[in-house]
């Protein structure tokens, strides 16, 4: 394995450094040649970094033997790709802060791949499943890959779809590999293991947090060329993915509700705010399989 990768999958497993901490870093040291050297204290100071968490990083990054994990790793089958290799996703790589490392199991040629984002409420129903039935198998035929978060409700569904009617599909994690969230869904991630593709910015021992799915949204709109949202309330941390899609200049459609159901809120208020509404696979398509 290269040395500079090696470099920045053991700068993503130093205890204590968000993501912003780390694009900074590899701002200052692309090449993370100068990091060791400078005083702790400059570091610290660049850093913004509490005492006793910046003494936690450090410590990882003078002693921490990476060794270990890239054995077992190799071991689960787990593949990392550095920003800087020609296998990392070219759509994310141009959006605003793209993670340096990205962990995979499963057929990463995917990455590769025109792709749709898929996503909705936790609390999705039958309208959502009736909708990605009615809207995916079209845009399948055309080769394009799901992109959902593997989440309970819209999520799941979604991948479901993509599976169901014989297209392919990649769950993109808030955690790390050897903590699926939500456990329900395990069984789905060792399908989508198969065939498909498992996707996380994280290390395969990250505990789910409540923070890093919103994060993790970035990523689910980094990779697609567009952004489906089936069912949501008006706060659905969906929304938040469309947001992502909307500053990295992606399209936004939404599958229009009943006015009366809370989980339609949501997507109504995105059509009023610009996206498109849907009602067939023809009214995605057109805009990203525009004629020629």
Same mark, same amino acid.
């Given at each position: 394995?290269?040395?500079?990768?090696?470099?920045?999958?053991?700068?993503?497993?130093?205890?204590?450094?968000?993501?912003?901490?780390?694009?900074?870093?590899?701002?200052?040291?692309?090449?993370?040649?100068?990091?060791?050297?400078?005083?702790?204290?400059?570091?610290?100071?660049?850093?913004?970094?509490?005492?006793?968490?910046?003494?936690?990083?450090?410590?990882?990054?003078?002693?921490?033997?990476?060794?270990?994990?890239?054995?077992?790793?190799?071991?689960?089958?787990?593949?990392?790709?550095?920003?800087?290799?020609?296998?990392?996703?070219?759509?994310?790589?141009?959006?605003?802060?793209?993670?340096?490392?990205?962990? &995979?199991?499963?057929?990463?040629?995917? *990455?590769?791949?025109? +792709?749709?984002?898929?996503? !909705? #409420?936790?609390?999705?129903?039958? %309208?959502?499943?009736?909708?990605?039935?009615?809207?995916?198998?079209?845009?399948?035929?055309?080769?394009?890959?799901?992109?959902?978060?593997?989440?309970?409700?819209?999520?799941?569904?979604?991948?479901?779809?993509?599976?169901?009617?014989?297209?392919?599909?990649?769950?993109?994690?808030?955690?790390?590999?050897?903590?699926?969230?939500?456990?329900?869904?395990?069984?789905?991630?060792?399908?989508?293991?198969?065939?498909?593709?498992?996707?996380?910015?994280?290390?395969?021992?990250?505990?789910?947090?409540?923070?890093?799915?919103?994060?993790?949204?970035?990523?689910? &709109?980094?990779?697609?060329?567009?952004? *489906?949202?089936?069912? +949501?309330?008006?706060?659905? !941390? #969906?929304?938040?993915?469309?947001? %992502?899609?909307?500053?990295?200049?992606?399209?936004?459609?939404?599958?229009?509700?009943?006015?009366?159901?809370?989980?339609?809120?949501?997507?109504?208020?995105?059509?009023?705010?610009?996206?498109?509404?849907?009602?067939?696979?023809?009214?995605?398509?057109?805009?990203?399989?525009?004629?020629?």
């Amino acid at each position: 394995m290269e040395p500079l990768k090696i470099k920045y999958i053991h700068l993503d497993h130093c205890r204590g450094i968000s993501r912003g901490q780390k694009m900074k870093i590899l701002e200052f040291d692309p090449l993370l040649e100068k990091i060791c050297r400078i005083p702790p204290e400059t570091l610290r100071a660049m850093l913004q970094m509490q005492k006793e968490t910046f003494e936690r990083f450090y410590e990882d990054l003078l002693h921490l033997d990476i060794n270990p994990y890239l054995t077992l790793y190799r071991e689960k089958q787990i593949r990392m790709t550095a920003r800087f290799e020609p296998e990392y996703p070219p759509l994310l790589k141009e959006t605003y802060q793209p993670p340096a490392i990205l962990y &995979s199991i499963g057929n990463i040629s995917l *990455l590769k791949k025109r +792709a749709l984002a898929v996503v !909705g #409420s936790r609390k999705a129903g039958s %309208y959502a499943e009736k909708a990605a039935d009615h809207l995916l198998p079209p845009l399948i035929e055309k080769q394009f890959t799901i992109v959902s978060g593997l989440a309970r409700g819209a999520d799941a569904i979604a991948h479901r779809a993509a599976m169901k009617f014989g297209g392919k599909t990649i769950a993109v994690l808030g955690s790390g590999f050897f903590h699926i969230y939500p456990r329900e869904n395990t069984g789905m991630a060792e399908k989508i293991k198969q065939g498909h593709l498992l996707l996380s910015e994280y290390p395969p021992f990250t505990r789910p947090e409540k923070w890093r799915f919103p994060e993790r949204n970035r990523i689910i &709109s980094g990779i697609s060329e567009g952004v *489906l949202v089936l069912q +949501a309330e008006k706060r659905s !941390g #969906s929304l938040i993915t469309a947001d %992502y899609a909307l500053q990295e200049g992606r399209e936004v459609f939404s599958v229009p509700g009943n006015v009366l159901d809370s989980l339609s809120e949501g997507t109504n208020h995105l059509i009023q705010q610009g996206a498109k509404l849907v009602t067939c696979s023809g009214d995605i398509l057109e805009e990203l399989l525009p004629a020629r």
